[in-house]
């Protein structure tokens, strides 16, 4: 199974360019029909984490993918899972 990967280790502090690359992602998995996308926030503070599931709890993002996983091994990755 294909997989896309974002790590937002380099741009956590820059929210308008985190929003870019979560749209972008998502578009990508979409466009090319890749079922798993791995997201890779960082632990931390958690902060970052918050936002990117903030993004991905907005229903117009919301319904373009089946489900989301937070690694119970890794706090800081989180899996969206499309269906095609």
């Known amino acids: 199974m294909a997989k ?17 690359e979560l749209n ?12 798993l996308v791995e997201i890779i926030p960082g632990k931390g503070s958690g902060q970052l ?11 117009h993002v919301k319904s373009l993918y089946q489900r989301i996983e937070k690694d119970d091994k890794n706090f800081g990755r989180i899996f969206i899972h499309f269906k095609f």
Request: hydrophobic share 40%; charged share 40%.
């Open 4 to 20: 896309l990967k974002l790590d937002l280790h380099d741009i956590y502090n820059r929210g308008y360019q985190i929003d870019a």
């Open 49 to 59: 984490k918050k936002k990117v599931l903030r993004f991905l709890n907005q229903g």
């Open 24 to 35: 972008r992602i998502v578009q990508e998995a979409i466009d090319r029909k890749i079922e």
